[in-house]
């Protein structure tokens, strides 16, 4: 059998994390999203795999030939919606196929579930259907597909998930698969719902510590490189190779630690917390329930809770993030009410007695006076003063 991902977006939803990378690439639980469909595909013996890229190919073609991971790479120019991402698959398909979306998160229970339907979607419950494709099922066939409608009774939804064959793209005329299942059915073809096992999406990028949270009770325990001896842990740990965690150190899992960070001494981290690679924690530092991609610097006496914090960011000491619920109005979103402590681009730099509270700050965004409170949206480029 032969999967299809669709890897070509912008994620605009996901912005700012997504202006420099694919939403496909976005790590969480120190791992590109990308990554835990293509384990769950070859968990299920899936090795014809055909990855469809677009907005900001280069860096997943990179990531995929550094990983040496078995797929084949297919162009789509300009990004026309998911059935014009895959009719670019087309010419490399033979019969039944996958098709799947390479910024969810799929496990290969649910990839086992489907394989062997044709003409199937998979499903599940959500408690916001309206952010996804609402599935009406009956008598267990799909009636109906409403793509993200503005009410709806039902909370059953799409994730994006179909097994199909190419008797498919009679229908896949237009610039979406949704439409095209939904051709299929007014059309006499039996289409079966599909219970998923386990299935994350992160539509905006507060969400992304939920997911964060989900998979980081997955990981396998591992601690490497210098820990100091009056360092305490506890619980699903796992810390990369070359990392130094200082003397009286305090960390409960589940956290995952990447290579070659610097923590401590006096530092808690506390659990559904992952650090990406080559982090620097200052002294007296405290970090919880948070999201910390790679090459970050978090200075000294810092407080970091329910924070996504984008690469190479540089926090000064005594920064902290504020939890608390807001309404935010986001460019072609509307209002949306959020509860969370920050999210961070790429390269964000605090003064040092920096407050953010319940703020998204943009990539390569300078808050250059201390003792300054951020709330709301920060633009790109920004400067704070």
Excluded at 26 to 31: D, G, I, K, L
Excluded at 115 to 131: C, F, G, M, Q, Y
Excluded at 189 to 218: I, Q
Aim: aromatic share 6%.
């Amino acid at each position: 059998m032969q999967a299809v991902i669709l890897a070509a977006g912008e994620g605009t939803r996901l912005r700012p994390l997504t202006l420099s990378r694919p939403k496909a690439l976005v790590p969480v639980a120190n791992t590109p999203i990308l990554k835990y469909v293509i384990d769950a595909l070859l968990a299920n013996g899936i090795r014809e795999i055909i990855v469809v890229v677009g907005y900001r190919k280069e860096h997943v073609i990179r990531y995929l030939n550094d990983h040496d991971l078995p797929v084949r790479v297919v162009y789509q120019e300009n990004q026309l919606g998911t059935a014009h991402a895959l009719r670019c698959a087309e010419p490399y398909l033979q019969d039944r196929f996958l098709l799947l979306a390479g910024d969810n998160y799929i496990d290969a229970a649910s990839i086992a579930q489907i394989k062997n339907e044709r003409n199937a979607i998979l499903v599940t419950d959500h408690p916001s259907p309206t952010d996804f494709g609402v599935v009406i099922a009956r008598d267990g066939l799909v009636r109906e597909i409403r793509e993200k409608p503005t009410t709806t009774d039902g909370k059953i939804v799409s994730t994006g998930i179909y097994s199909l064959d190419r008797s498919f793209f009679r229908y896949a005329v237009g610039p979406e698969v949704p439409d095209a299942l939904q051709a299929m059915i007014l059309d006499g073809v039996r289409v079966t719902p599909v219970r998923a096992v386990d299935w994350l999406d992160a539509v905006n990028p507060w969400d992304l510590l939920e997911m964060n949270s989900r998979l980081l009770a997955r990981i396998e325990t591992q601690r490497a490189g210098t820990i100091s001896r009056s360092s305490k842990l506890y619980g699903l740990i796992r810390i990369g190779k070359g990392c130094e965690i200082g003397p009286n150190t305090y960390i409960h899992g589940p956290v995952m630690i990447g290579e070659g960070c610097r923590i401590g001494p006096n530092c808690v981290i506390l659990p559904n917390t992952s650090i990406g690679a080559r982090v620097t924690i200052e002294p007296l530092s405290y970090v919880a329930h948070s999201l910390v991609m790679d090459d970050v610097v978090i200075g000294s006496h810092s407080r970091v809770i329910d924070a996504v914090i984008g690469e190479g960011c540089r926090l000064a000491d005594h920064t902290a993030t504020w939890t608390s619920e807001a309404i935010f109005e986001r460019e072609k979103e509307g209002f949306q009410k959020a509860s969370f402590g920050a999210v961070l681009g790429d390269r964000v730099r605090s003064a040092p007695y920096t407050i953010l509270k319940n703020c998204i700050v943009g990539n390569n965004a300078s808050i250059q006076s201390g003792n300054t409170t951020v709330t709301g949206i920060i633009p790109d480029d920004a400067v704070v003063i």
